[in-house]
């Protein structure tokens, strides 16, 4: 594989550290000339990670002129606004973590495993979808295979990293920094702001990105919660059909989209998914003939967000660079 140059903008960051580690298990980090852009508050510090050493620069314009081919963006959507296009005019590849071009119809919202095929060449902005869909769209993505599906609501409990360090910050230290309400001891029934429809801003990405991945136009409801854990998102999922609908093949269907079913009684939990890629479902069940229920969970900072980033890249290094 040839060296390829790569940003990683907010690599101090939970997601862009995580996107690092990520790097080095996926075997990509030795083929890389990295720089790793960070804000005035971090400029000039270094982590270890995985026992290798990486060192922090403040972006500026000089990193416009490095010749980077991919960017990854994990800053926020103030950043991404600001940079990510203008990378794309020096002909860089985009991976964007943030909300920022989401709802750009020109932009691609990819997962891998469903839809890298919208991938080109001259496809230079890319956008990574909400941590909180994309393990929703591998189940669904696998689900609708059995039958025209009518109708999807699903109910999530989220995680404190999925607000960042700061969420981390106000479980440990019972503080309302990032998630008003605080969070320790209890169940915040929206994250974001409500919104004009009623729904918060998690729900409304839920169910656009939702649709826009899968190429659907399903009805779909959304309803978020963040609840006092670290690490990891775990779905409840109902889905209702045309049709009566047969499971037995689901397992395979799955395991081609890397979503692991448990059987009988065992359960998925966050302590069992944390650090690692895999998206889990459990109590797989009929609720008649055309309805099924489950449970589904994945860690956010790495499957909704840092492993489905550089599976977008490896595909670009290996197919399109």
Not at 92 to 111: K, M, Q
Not at 236 to 241: A, D, G, L
């Amino acid at each position: 594989m040839k060296k390829v140059k790569m940003a990683i903008v907010g690599a101090s960051g939970l997601v862009g550290r995580t996107i690092l580690k990520i790097l080095i298990e996926e075997n990509l980090i030795d083929n890389l000339e990295l720089g790793l852009y960070t804000s005035k508050r971090s400029a000039g510090k270094s982590v270890s990670i995985l026992g290798r050493e990486f060192h922090f620069e403040l972006l500026d314009e000089n990193a416009l002129s490095c010749g980077y081919e991919i960017v990854m963006f994990s800053a926020g959507e103030c950043v991404s606004r600001a940079w990510a296009k203008r990378f794309t005019q020096k002909g860089a590849f985009v991976i964007d973590n943030s909300n920022a071009f989401r709802r750009d119809e020109s932009v691609p919202l990819v997962v891998p495993e469903i839809n890298i095929f919208e991938l080109k060449k001259t496809t230079k902005l890319i956008s990574n979808p909400n941590c909180s869909t994309i393990q929703l769209a591998l189940c669904v993505a696998g689900l609708q295979l059995l039958g025209k599906i009518e109708k999807i609501v699903v109910s999530t409990y989220q995680s404190v990293s999925g607000a960042g360090k700061l969420g981390l910050q106000d479980l440990e230290n019972d503080t309302e920094e990032k998630i008003k309400g605080k969070i320790k001891n209890n169940v915040i029934c929206k994250i974001g702001e409500i919104e004009e429809n009623d729904f918060c801003t998690e729900e409304n990405k839920i169910m656009f990105e939702l649709n826009k991945i899968l190429g659907k136009n399903y009805s779909i409801c959304a309803s978020t919660c963040r609840v006092p854990v670290p690490y990891c998102h775990l779905e409840s999922v109902y889905i209702k059909y045309d049709k009566n609908v047969d499971l037995s093949l689901i397992s395979s269907i799955f395991n081609n989209l890397n979503v692991f079913l448990e059987k009988y009684d065992n359960i998925s939990l966050p302590s069992k998914v944390a650090e690692t890629n895999k998206t889990m479902v459990c109590r797989l069940r009929k609720n008649s003939e055309n309805e099924i229920s489950f449970f589904c969970v994945a860690d956010n900072l790495r499957r909704g967000a840092g492993f489905n980033a550089v599976m977008i890249a490896k595909y670009i290094i290996e197919e399109i660079l």
